[in-house]
């Protein structure tokens, strides 16, 4: 016969109090936890959560004599329907576009170059830094009013002048105004992708290029087949990170051309600066916000995609 | 060159820059990337600087003149009180130093709950926080500015308010990540042994955690001052009053109207304290900045 063991009464109520005892110290001590993330939380919650949703809800709203009502796709059709979008759209992608070509591969040869010395390197970082330093406000009028001066007084226009080539209307006239921006955009923030990229190819074994030379290969199938490939991963992501941050570009046009000359350096946030704060129409504002954010995030999807099967391989 | 045989080798290999023919084009490299960059990245700074020195007639005159013939300081003594340059200077400070302080708080008190106290749902909180680094920072102002306008509940308007700037930059995913992937590195150990010796969570934060944390705070802190000082759009939106308004926007919005030797010297002022502060701290921003960026 099984002899069935029953807790006593007393027994019982010590575990019960045990039980208790240990739910009371988890909840006290769950309490005390988000005591400390409470502060942080709030402030997401009002500054980056609740205007996400708004931004997405309001998008399809209409604002009309302080009454808010349904709007549809009205505030996309109308956004689309804006000559002016598509332009915006056209000019962020050829900042992008020429802000790569100077702003990605330009970094990456002063980085390999600057890596190849044995003096001077700590003189070389600290003046390609020096510029990102700046208050963007001031590097930019810099060039503007004084480098970039349409006029011959403008110093580029007279080094030009002295080498007999042709001045330049710099941001004067629409087809040099946005790679005038790229030029400033690049001087003012090359520094910190140099640095970066000097950072990986420290990390570069020693071996790999020796291995390589005796191999026979040349100076440039070496950072071909060596350094490339050892900085892939950290190279990659800076592309990604630069090209979401060019097609976000503002300060730039806003400080230096207003836009102009032609609207031929209004961006897509530019755009949505204008609707929102000249033409008071928000809706239509955040309906560009939610375009842009849906043509990042595929972009960023795509990245990620790619990314894996590149590591993969 | 002895010196270095230490470091380990790179592209081209130290023998054959040794050598006769290699030692000499190394040089000519070398001196010939040193003017550059010095022509690049430093004259326009020296003309910066030179430039308050002169009147407009020599600033703007063709050929350049590159040393001001009779230097004089009315240039800068203008641009002073004409940009109201101690007060922007003040102003950006205050913004800064308010934005530093709140995040310092708040931030590491957040990555500390989620890499040490782990609260339930603590991960969902991480996730949502991280989620935030997806979406650019141009794309939610607007429904933010509407945000500061009227704040939900309790119906505050921040706008010229110095909480403009403090408050959203706790919002901060990057630090948060940063911070507690360093907290994750310290030993439970340590911690286990603090609290059985009775230090309550806070406690155990102060005197054990934030000690051996010196160095992700320091750079945590220097992202913080560097992106309130360089930031444009959002105060451009939220501080319009001239008397709150910071660095950036107060010089652009004064340009348009300023004599060109005048603005030139005011530029050169609004550059001078982040370019001492990176001077005077250059080893931690350029170490700072590259080991947050490689491990993040």
């Known amino acids: 016969m099984a002899v069935v063991i029953s807790p006593g009464r007393a027994e019982t109520r010590i575990a019960v109090r045990r039980a208790r005892g240990r739910f009371l110290r988890e909840a006290r001590r769950n309490a005390q936890a988000h005591g400390f993330l409470i502060g942080s939380v709030l402030c997401f919650a009002l500054f980056t959560w609740y205007p996400m949703i708004r931004e997405i809800v309001e998008s399809f709203q209409r604002l009309h004599y302080g009454r808010t009502t349904f709007a549809g796709l009205r505030n996309y059709r109308q956004i689309t329907a804006d000559p002016f979008f598509w332009q915006a759209w056209r000019n962020t992608l050829q900042f992008t576009g020429l802000a790569l070509l100077f702003g990605f591969a330009l970094p990456f040869a002063v980085a390999v170059v600057i890596n190849e010395f044995r003096h001077a390197q700590a003189y070389l970082r600290v003046l390609v830094y020096l510029p990102v330093m700046l208050p963007p406000v001031a590097g930019i009028l810099l060039f503007r009013n004084y480098f970039m001066d349409p006029t011959n007084a403008g110093l580029l226009n007279q080094l030009l002048h002295a080498a007999h080539l042709p001045a330049s209307q710099w941001w004067g006239a629409a087809p040099s105004a946005m790679p005038s921006l790229v030029i400033i955009s690049t001087w003012s923030n090359m520094g910190g992708a140099v640095l970066i990229y000097l950072a990986a190819l420290q990390g570069i074994p020693g071996e790999l290029y020796e291995a390589a030379e005796i191999d026979g290969a040349g100076l440039l199938k070496r950072i071909w087949h060596v350094t490339v490939p050892q900085t892939r991963t950290i190279l990659s992501l800076l592309l990604m990170l630069q090209i979401v941050a060019t097609m976000q570009m503002f300060t730039e046009s806003f400080v230096a051309t207003g836009g102009g000359p032609e609207s031929s350096t209004v961006t897509v946030v530019y755009l949505a600066y204008n609707y929102a704060f000249q033409f008071s129409n928000f809706n239509t504002a955040e309906a560009l916000g939610v375009i842009m954010f849906i043509v990042l995030g595929v972009f960023s999807v795509l990245y990620v995609r790619l990314e894996r099967r590149g590591n993969e391989a | ?296």
């Not at chain 2, 939610?140 to 308010?161: A, C, G, M, R």
Request: charged letters at 10%; aromatic letters at 10%; a positive charge.
């Open chain 2, 1 to 296: 060159m002895a010196a270095d045989g230490t470091r380990s080798r790179t592209l081209i290999s130290r023998a054959q820059l040794a050598r006769g023919s290699g030692r000499r084009l190394y040089w000519v490299c070398l001196c010939a990337v040193v003017l550059l960059f010095t022509l690049v990245f430093l004259f326009p700074l020296y003309w910066m600087v030179s430039g308050g020195f002169k009147a407009t007639s020599e600033l703007v005159r063709n050929p350049p003149s590159f040393v001001p013939a009779h230097p004089e300081l009315a240039p800068y003594r203008t641009a002073w009180s004409e940009l109201h340059m101690g007060r922007l200077l003040l102003n950006t400070l205050i913004y800064a130093g308010g934005a530093l302080a709140l995040q310092l708080t708040f931030c590491v008190a957040a990555a500390y709950s989620l890499s040490k106290l782990r609260p339930v749902l603590g991960n969902v909180i991480l996730g949502m926080m991280l989620a935030t680094m997806m979406i650019p920072a141009a794309i939610l102002i607007i429904p933010q500015y509407l945000t500061v306008l009227d704040l939900p509940l309790v119906h505050w308007n921040l706008v010229n308010s110095p909480w403009v700037i403090w408050l959203p930059s706790v919002a901060n995913a990057f630090n948060i990540f940063l911070l507690k992937r360093f907290f994750d590195s310290i030993p439970e150990d340590i911690l286990a042994a603090a609290a059985i010796d009775g230090a309550g969570p806070l406690r155990t934060l102060r005197s054990i955690v934030l000690p051996m944390s010196r160095p992700i705070l320091g750079v945590v802190s220097i992202f913080t001052v560097i992106a309130v000082w360089k930031d444009f759009l959002w105060p451009l939106l939220t501080l319009t009053d001239p008397g709150r308004m910071t660095l950036n926007v107060g010089v652009n919005s004064a340009a348009a109207n300023m004599q060109e030797n005048v603005l030139i010297a005011g530029l050169a002022m609004a550059s001078l304290p982040t370019i001492a502060f990176f001077l005077l701290f250059q080893r931690n921003i350029m170490s700072g900045l590259t080991s947050g960026a490689m491990k993040g």
